[in-house]
């Protein structure tokens, strides 16, 4: 049974730095992708990072060149590191999980994604 928990939500300035947390226990095999999606009041869910467990990442152009996803295969868990955050940023953050396979594709799109996290608030004021 797969499971995610966040954590590492808060709020800071803008300009200042978050590192979000997804401990992943059950890892979908063989392979997977993680998503980080984002939703801001009013809004719909929008994707904007993510990671292969072969090792690729992908990014959005909101965030790309100040979020950066990385794993760390002792603990099993993906990280969301936020520099340089923004009001924009502001939402509650979640990630996802799906199996993917040799050569899947990032993708972004909430309904490809079978596992969530309970989501972390990120307020950036």
């Known amino acids: 049974h797969v499971q995610l928990v966040e954590s590492g939500g808060g709020s800071v300035q803008p300009g200042g730095s978050l590192r979000l947390s997804c401990a992943i226990s059950?890892?979908?095999?063989?392979?997977?992708?993680v998503g980080w999606f984002r939703q801001a009041p009013g809004q719909g869910r929008e994707g904007i990072a993510g990671?292969?467990?072969?090792?690729?990442?992908r990014y959005t152009d909101a965030v790309k060149g100040r979020f950066t996803v990385s794993k760390d295969n002792t603990k099993n868990t993906v990280y969301l590191q936020m520099n340089s955050l923004k009001p924009d940023d502001t939402g509650m953050y979640y990630c996802?999980?799906?199996?993917?396979?040799?050569?899947?594709?990032?993708?972004?799109?909430?309904?490809?994604?079978?596992?969530w996290g309970q989501g972390t608030q990120v307020t950036v004021s």
């Open positions: 996802a999980a799906r199996v993917c396979y040799y050569g899947t594709s990032i993708v972004f799109s909430s309904s490809s994604y079978t596992y």
């Open positions: 990671f292969h467990s072969q090792g690729r990442t």
């Open positions: 059950g890892t979908p095999s063989p392979g997977y992708c």
